[in-house]
């Protein structure tokens, strides 16, 4: 399955953005699907997370402000982000983990990236 995140763009401080995750096909068999971002020189981070039973959690940095929800129709995440601070900047990725075996691990799929700039 390929992914695609969207819903980037340039917001001021204190502005929201809402992040979609496009499937090339409706994703059956996930157990977990999240939201990762990258900012600019630093390593990759996680955001946010939600399983198949609709439980979320998020890093403390954005509790409160982001609100991820799976997409029912193809089980893809979004994640709606409020309250915008510049350091929320960076790169973000949806991923979805699917089990591709029925005894074996989840296999991680992740999108292709859309940038978030927040200006202060």
């Known amino acids: 399955v390929q992914l695609q995140a969207s819903g980037g763009g340039l917001v001021q401080a204190g502005g929201s953005l809402r992040l979609s995750c496009a499937a090339s096909?409706?994703?059956?068999?996930?157990?977990?699907m999240g939201w990762y971002r990258q900012a600019p020189g630093k390593e990759r981070a996680w955001v946010a997370s939600?399983?198949?039973?609709?439980?979320?959690t998020y890093d403390d940095s954005v509790l409160g402000r982001f609100t991820i929800s799976r997409n029912n129709a193809k089980n893809t995440p979004s994640l709606q982000m409020n309250s915008l601070k510049p350091e929320d900047t960076g790169t973000y990725y949806c991923?979805?983990?699917?089990?591709?075996?029925?005894?074996?691990?989840?296999?991680?799929?992740w999108g292709q990236g859309t940038q978030v700039t927040v200006s202060s």
């Open positions: 991923t979805v983990d699917i089990m591709t075996t029925i005894l074996g691990p989840p296999t991680r799929y």
């Open positions: 096909r409706t994703i059956f068999s996930f157990t977990t």
């Open positions: 939600i399983t198949r039973d609709d439980i979320t």
